[in-house]
């Protein structure tokens, strides 16, 4: 079998948990002597607004597409024993952009080994006879397999027309430090830092500022915790760049305000006696493992989602976690690893962040549940254990 692979995923100007898992996908392949090829399409900046479209006087426009044919044409010339992954996105655009290497590697070479890779939850919304579903299964036949994230993502691919024989589950990992059973009791029961006799409580919300992830919510959260003296003082730290989303009648439609109404609610905040907010525009490596390792509980009030990498980070760091219902959560973490939320609003939020601050013994006992859950299905050793062992199968069905 020839270890080599041909990685296709889009690169932004944030972050993206799509091209994150790619990336510890690669970095994983790499370090077990797999010779790695990369292309990366460009995409639109979504940190702006609006995308001017004006299509033949906007040089900006011209020199992305011209990037991404200069990413089919390198396909083109790929090799046929290499594996073809496709990350694939699910806007028109992004289906266009990502999955049309996967035809052209089918014209050149009618048997050559190909998967696509889906995270993200947007494809739900497909129809069955909708563009997107159409192109899909266009792709599919020139691809060996598809990677969801859960069992909910894959009913939704089997609703597509996607043969089941073609679709595979596979988790998220992390490569954070995991704290151990110990250093996790540690940080919850030791004695807690105070402020004016009253006990510290870190939160933390990491995740990119769009308004469906919940951090609007988070924010007026933390504002109402200020207001009242609940015996605790809460430290809460949101750490990530603002993000215009794609969803209608947003509250904050532009960075501007966005901006300037997080720095009111944070000057608002920092006045009590009750509470703390700071914003850290972003983080990575040791300064996000650090955030999620001093965080008691970290907070993710999504209404939409994949199988969000945040998550199995603070599983992995001993945090308890509060997060909703939504895509993939489920069938990631249960009632024995998590405090579940039915309503993203800032008040039941509020009331969470109480209980599992007064109640220490909870709160470590999720943080506990959530480290072996993380051990037992998310870590990286095993993620790419799980990967290689797909990617033999692929290799010996061609080869």
């Known amino acids: 079998m020839k270890k080599s692979i041909l990685a296709v995923y889009t690169v932004g100007d944030i972050f993206s948990g799509q091209r994150f898992a790619s990336e510890l996908l690669i970095q994983g392949l790499y370090a077990?002597?797999?010779?790695?090829?990369?292309?990366?399409?460009?995409a639109f900046d979504r940190l702006k607004e609006k995308i001017n479209l004006r299509w033949f006087f906007n040089t900006k426009i011209i020199e992305l597409f011209f990037k991404i044919l200069v990413v089919w044409f390198q396909v083109f010339l790929s090799e046929k024993e290499t594996i073809l992954y496709v990350n694939l996105g699910q806007t028109k655009?992004?289906?266009?952009?990502?999955?049309?290497?996967?035809?052209?590697?089918?014209?050149?070479?009618?048997?050559?080994?190909?998967?696509?890779?889906?995270?993200?939850?947007?494809?739900m919304n497909w129809d069955y006879n909708s563009f997107e579903s159409k192109l899909f299964r266009l792709y599919l036949k020139g691809a060996d397999f598809i990677t969801v994230l859960g069992v909910n993502h894959k009913e939704k691919a089997l609703s597509l027309?996607?043969?089941?024989?073609?679709?595979?589950?596979?988790?998220?990992?992390?490569?954070?430090?995991?704290?151990?059973?110990?250093?996790?009791?540690?940080?919850?029961?030791?004695s807690l830092q105070t402020y004016k006799k009253k006990p510290i409580v870190n939160v933390l919300f990491l995740s990119s500022l769009m308004e469906q992830k919940g951090y609007i919510e988070f924010i007026k959260s933390i504002a109402i915790l200020s207001e009242n003296n609940n015996n605790i003082f809460v430290n809460a730290i949101l750490c990530g760049k603002i993000t215009i989303g794609r969803e209608?009648?947003?509250?904050?439609?532009?960075?501007?305000?966005a901006s300037a109404w997080i720095e009111t609610q944070i000057n608002y905040i920092n006045k009590s006696d009750n509470?703390?907010?700071?914003?850290?525009?972003?983080?990575?490596?040791?300064?996000k493992e650090k955030l999620f390792h001093d965080a008691h509980i970290f907070i993710l009030p999504s209404r939409y989602e994949g199988q969000p990498i945040t998550i199995i980070e603070a599983l992995a760091s001993g945090c308890a976690i509060i997060t909703t219902k939504v895509g993939e959560i489920p069938t990631t973490v249960n009632e024995e690893t998590v405090r579940f939320i039915n309503e993203?609003?800032?008040?039941?939020?509020?009331?969470?962040?109480?209980?599992?601050?007064?109640?220490?013994?909870k709160r470590t006992q999720l943080a506990l549940n959530g480290?072996?859950?993380?051990?037992?299905?998310?870590?990286?050793?095993?993620?790419?254990?799980?990967?290689?062992?797909?990617?033999?199968?692929?290799?010996?069905?061609?080869?």
Not at 164 to 173: A, G, K, V
Not at 248 to 257: A, D, G, S, V, Y
Not at 275 to 287: H, P, Q, S, Y
Request: proline share 4%; aromatic share 10%.
């Open 32 to 42: 077990n002597n797999w010779e790695i090829h990369v292309l990366n399409p460009p």
């Open 161 to 190: 027309g996607i043969a089941e024989h073609q679709i595979c589950l596979m988790d998220n990992t992390c490569t954070l430090n995991q704290l151990s059973e110990q250093e996790v009791s540690v940080k919850h029961n030791s």
């Open 93 to 123: 655009f992004a289906l266009i952009r990502e999955g049309f290497p996967i035809l052209i590697r089918k014209i050149r070479y009618f048997n050559s080994p190909a998967i696509i890779s889906l995270h993200g939850s947007w494809f």
């Open 371 to 399: 480290l072996r859950l993380f051990r037992e299905r998310f870590s990286y050793d095993k993620h790419i254990e799980n990967w290689e062992k797909l990617l033999e199968k692929l290799s010996f069905n061609h080869f």
């Open 275 to 287: 509470a703390k907010l700071t914003w850290i525009n972003g983080a990575v490596d040791l300064e």
């Open 344 to 361: 993203c609003s800032p008040d039941v939020i509020k009331e969470v962040i109480i209980e599992l601050s007064l109640d220490v013994e």
């Open 248 to 257: 209608k009648n947003l509250q904050l439609p532009t960075h501007e305000t």
